[in-house]
């Protein structure tokens, strides 16, 4: 029960700092957000370190800094996706995508699960689906090119998730250092060569280091989830943060939570409930 705790609480951070990286995103430049954000990150990664200090083998830090890469492109398609003003649609695409990804992997890398824990899965691959529907009866008209984005992030984080779940519980967070390390050597070449400057709004600021700082924790939380359960498992609710993310739009932007998201809500409670078996 313990790892699937760990990866709701993930899912929950996850989905807000999405929310809050995507909000930074529709007053600056995406790549601007990713880089920075992650900088604002590196104290509270510097603190889980010492915490949780670990022995990690030269795998465990390689599987790191390779899923630091996917991760870090996988944020910055997410955030050109968000900054486009449907973030109940993208968050959806993006989501399913990731979730197939390590449930797949997860299959041939990890003991088979259980038959109640696997449905669990495959049900809150649904639940992502329902709870994230944007307008107009389900069938929102979204334009092609965030349709590409979300699919291309969903890739990338699905990536992230296997590649990140492979390291080992006696690491502690090094592998999560090497995920940052990686991730902010990755945007700073990718800003680099963009001409991006890295100069945000005091008003963005605060938007990024939101983004930054939870998307840290929602790292760590993830690798202790993995490092104690089923990848396939722990990876799909890990995926279910698009609820955090329409629940603060609700909030926050004002949006209406539809029948059909309030069921997706009811499905995501169930699948916690039948992956903790």
Same mark, same amino acid.
């Given at each position: ?49 010492? $915490? ?12 790191? =800094? =390779?899923?630091? *890469?996917? !991760?870090? %492109? %996988? ?18 695409? *993006?989501?399913? &995508? ?10 041939? +890398?990890? *003991? ?20 994230? $529907?944007?307008?107009?009866? !389900? ?11 979300? @699919?291309?992030?969903?890739? @990338? ?23 940052? &390390? ?11 060569? +963009?001409?991006?400057?890295? /100069?945000?709004? /005091? ?8 983004? %930054?700082? @939870? ?12 490092? /104690? %359960?089923? $990848? ?7 995926? $279910? ?12 932007? /004002? ?9 997706? @809500? ?12």
């Amino acid at each position: 029960m313990f790892p699937i705790l760990l990866a709701a609480v993930s899912a929950v951070a996850f989905g807000t700092a999405d929310f809050s990286g995507g909000k930074a995103s529709r007053r600056a430049d995406p790549i601007a957000v990713t880089v920075v954000s992650q900088l604002l990150s590196v104290p509270l990664l510097v603190a889980l370190v010492l $915490l949780v200090p670990g022995s990690p083998r030269v795998a465990d830090i390689a599987w790191g =800094l =390779l899923a630091g *890469t996917a !991760g870090a %492109g %996988g944020i910055v398609l997410l955030y050109r996706a968000l900054s486009g003003g449907m973030m109940a649609v993208v968050a959806p695409v *993006t989501a399913i &995508t990731a979730a197939v990804v390590p449930i797949v992997a997860g299959l041939f +890398t990890a *003991t088979f699960p259980g038959a109640p824990a696997l449905t669990g899965a495959g049900l809150a691959v649904v639940a992502i689906a329902l709870v994230s $529907l944007g307008e107009g009866g !389900g069938r929102p008209t979204v334009p092609a090119r965030l349709v590409g984005l979300a @699919l291309a992030s969903g890739a @990338l984080f699905g990536v992230f998730f296997t590649l990140l779940g492979q390291a080992d519980e006696s690491a502690g967070m090094w592998p999560v250092a090497a995920v940052r &390390t990686s991730s902010i050597a990755f945007g700073l070449l990718l800003a680099a060569g +963009t001409g991006v400057r890295l /100069r945000l709004e /005091r008003r963005v600021l605060g938007w990024a280091a939101a983004a %930054g700082l @939870l998307d840290s924790a929602a790292n760590a939380l993830f690798l202790a989830a993995a490092a /104690r %359960g089923h $990848l396939s498992i722990v990876a799909a609710i890990a995926a $279910l943060y698009p609820a955090s993310t329409v629940l603060l739009a609700l909030a926050v932007d /004002r949006e209406r939570l539809r029948p059909v998201q309030v069921a997706g @809500l009811g499905f995501a409670a169930g699948a916690l409930v039948l992956a903790s078996i």
